[in-house]
């Protein structure tokens, strides 16, 4: 579960659970810009609202969002750099930044808090959360 952004706001949507050829989620939405979604309430909150099927979902959402069990299972082992990269930039931001949001989403998403956990023991040792 180290990639629960993956499952909450990776943006970088996953394919179903079918692999692409060389065993990676599709790469279609990697090029997303992350800066620009957590700088912008407005697209932060239709992320965090489709997550929690409060609002419908932008097509790039719906996607990771589907696959989000799979990735979860896995631990997104079949991400790309940039899906990992901006599932943890997310996901820090709302541990940091927006702690109602994340405790909703980590109640339906990961209900034991472990991604929670290691990023704030990581944050500790080195003071910048996942390496």
Sequence with gaps: MK???VALLTVCA??????ADEGQYTTK????DVDAIINS???LNGYVGCLLDRNPCTPDAAEFKKNLPDAL???CAG???AQKNAADKISHHLIDNKQDEWRL???KYDPTGAYRRRYLENKSKDGS???
């Design 3 to 5: 990639y629960l952004a």
């Design 14 to 19: 996953l394919s179903s659970p079918v692999l």
């Design 29 to 32: 939405f990697d090029n997303v």
């Design 41 to 43: 309430e407005r697209l």
């Design 73 to 75: 299972e896995h631990d």
């Design 79 to 81: 991400c790309s750099e």
């Design 105 to 107: 989403l980590e109640e």
């Design 129 to 131: 959360g996942f390496d």
